[in-house]
């Protein structure tokens, strides 16, 4: 990171400021990397783009997990298997948050003005409300667009 910079600097009228200190884990190791910043903290190392990617691949994970139905104690533990760093209850929430985000983005979308048909179905699920778990109807809305694709409108609990 330090050649990169130094690459980086000789490219612009920015100057080295420092370092920061950064720590990742990768398997059962962790790593702590001191990372060259610049004044105007315009430099950003390709490593640490890779060592990005990684968390949002572990948040895409998370909120799979969480969509599945698995508690974010469960969670937690499968992440210390696959990676070797325990996330508390809190972390997991953290990043399967944006779930509800995205979850939100769909909620808001524009809808076809025109449907050839709209059908509905539903779906028991075993659902847990405080203390008991009792079977509850899902309505799943297809509409059927006129050229012939099919786009979920909505899903509602009963």
């Not at 130094?6 to 920015?14: K, N």
């Not at 572990?58 to 996330?87: D, N």
């Not at 979850?103 to 179905?121: G, H, K, T």
């Not at 899902?138 to 509602?156: N, W």
Request: charged residues 30%; aromatic residues 12%.
């Amino acid at each position: 990171m330090h050649h990169e910079r130094r690459m980086f600097l000789d490219e612009t009228a920015d100057s080295g400021n420092g370092f920061r200190p950064r720590r990742f884990c990768y398997g059962h190791y962790e790593f702590h990397l001191k990372v060259p910043r610049t004044r105007q903290g315009s430099f950003y190392p390709v490593l640490l783009a890779v060592i990005k990617r990684e968390d949002e691949e572990s948040a895409h994970l998370f909120t799979s997990l969480y969509s599945k139905g698995l508690t974010t104690e469960q969670i937690g533990e499968v992440a210390e298997e696959l990676y070797g760093k325990h996330y508390s209850k809190q972390q997991v929430s953290y990043l399967s948050r944006s779930c509800a985000e995205e979850v939100e983005a769909w909620l808001n979308r524009e809808l076809s003005s025109r449907y050839l048909a709209v059908f509905i179905d539903a779906t028991f699920s075993p659902t847990r409300r405080e203390d008991s778990v009792r079977r509850e109807a899902y309505y799943t809305l297809l509409g059927l667009l006129p050229d012939g694709r099919r786009e979920v409108l909505g899903i509602v609990k009963d």
